[in-house]
């Protein structure tokens, strides 16, 4: 099995690596890390024991890799814009693609390229960032849900679950893979939001009674969102954000993506985690508003 | 008529400068500027016109003054646990107490201390901040609505109106001061809060439509919470709001005090201005969702 890594950000390398670890032929798609990479190689320094990886198949531009079986895009969303341009020469007659990006529409994205049958998406619960160009950290977590783009549970999402368990990473194949999404919500739009507005990581936030508070109330938000979208089945709002919160209080000093974005002067992913989260539960009759507010504040620190 | 300014400020110096150069006999009781003003009086830069007060009656302590006939107090309202001390010693049989503070509280506090017939309360729209020791800049507005705090038109009321009308200094003596207090908060509120979180003036926030949306669901949530204050007459929602955005639009990157006292690293006035309008509107059975998100924002930045 040939795999191809587009967006070899912290997401795309850890992975990545662990899958060519465990012993996939795996080509990564690189920018920023490709000369390091490229003489170097890769250094995973992973919570779960670190590890190099001496010879990687690194490439500048999707045309040197060619059609692969199976594309893995963890491209941020704000470079959505390139997304089918570079997924577009790894795509043959068999290839599957799957996002493990952040928030709602990527998977919509690649289905109306690339027909909907190749899509499925993926919700990576994992802690990692970068390090200088070849390290990547691996802070904690690592887990995926899987499925396909247009539902049900299908020897393909079963074989993809498969491939990532033998490689180390927790990974379980779902029906309703939007259902995931919207649950991985819950937590990201609080926790990327506030982090991101206020410059505070994850324990800052639930340390201060104010910003617990929030918290729980951008959750409850955000679930009356997700069990407005006819999911297969609805989340239990009192229940879910108690375990999501009881979850992120185990982390030490975490700084969520969107914090780390801001602070290092990128673009935030607000269209993928707030604008088309807003939009669908709009559609579906129902409003964010305190998700709206969170959003305006961030969209507005952005244009300054 | 004898007058003392307690905390000399923008505000507390301004009024006082208006009113001495009136003819009034005022006392300051300052701090930071009290060795410039004492040494080399006190300059006015006005839009309408700067102003040079050689000899002004500089105090450093209330006891130095003893009673007068009316005393203002201008103090930021984060310094209130020091207000009464302040105000004790220049309170006779007969003195008024003029409370021109930010927010709700205020002539509660001077009530319960000086007895509730002595209170009046006003609302400043005083676009002003100090320059260095011994200068205060007049940017724009000035206007002053006051009244009782036991309610009603009174000759003391009238007759305070017409001591700063003679100063030159616009004003209104109204019998539901209660009223223009919210009246004051549905512009406080979203400007002073938005400013003082985003670090944006009310141009910036009026220019982005995400900013511009949010300062008109604020200024409607406010407006719910004054209206089931029981006030004399109800506050039009969507007129109101439309007319203070519009005043708004004329200010040329005006920043409120909220964003100054933030950039200057001093306390914010959340109690006043968020904290204690927040209680009335849940004590009076409404809520006020948006102000409640956004004064735990500021207030979460203020533990840091």
Redesign the interface.
């Known amino acids: 099995m040939r795999i191809a890594v587009v967006g070899a950000g912290a997401l795309g390398l850890y992975y990545g690596a662990m899958l060519q670890r465990s012993g996939v032929d795996v080509c990564f798609l690189l920018r920023r890390d490709y000369q390091a990479i490229n003489t170097s190689g890769l250094q995973v320094r992973s919570v779960n024991g670190d590890f190099y990886l001496a010879q990687v198949k690194a490439c500048r531009a999707p045309a040197e890799i060619g059609a692969v079986d199976l594309v893995i895009v963890g491209l941020k969303t704000f470079s959505n814009d390139q997304m089918i341009e570079l997924v577009r020469p790894l795509v043959g007659s068999e290839t599957a693609i799957l996002t493990l990006q952040n928030g709602l529409g990527n998977e919509e994205l690649l289905a109306e390229a690339f027909g909907p049958e190749r899509v499925l998406g993926g919700i990576a619960f994992l802690c990692s960032n970068r390090g200088e160009p070849g390290v990547v950290h691996h802070l904690g977590e690592g887990r995926i849900r899987l499925g396909e783009f247009r539902a049900g549970l299908t020897p393909r999402s079963d074989k993809l679950a498969l491939l990532f368990k033998e490689a180390g990473v927790p990974c379980e194949a779902v029906a309703d893979v939007r259902r995931a999404r919207w649950e991985k919500l819950v937590w990201n739009i609080p926790f990327n939001g506030l982090s991101a507005?206020?410059g505070?990581d994850v324990t800052?936030?639930l340390t201060?009674s104010?910003?617990r508070?929030?918290v729980r109330?951008l959750m409850l938000d955000v679930i009356a969102g997700a069990n407005a979208q006819g999911l297969s089945k609805e989340i239990d709002g009192t229940k879910f954000s108690e375990q999501m919160i009881t979850f992120t209080d185990g982390m030490d000093h975490y700084r969520p993506s969107m914090q780390i974005d801001r602070e290092e002067g990128r673009p935030l992913e607000l269209e993928a985690i707030f604008a088309i989260p807003l939009q669908r539960a709009a559609a579906a009759g129902t409003t964010m508003?305190?998700v709206d507010?969170?959003?305006?504040?961030l969209?507005?620190?952005e244009?300054?």
């Open positions: 507005l206020l505070q800052d936030i201060c104010h910003t508070k929030l109330e508003p305190r507010m969170l959003y305006r504040l969209a507005s620190g244009k300054i």
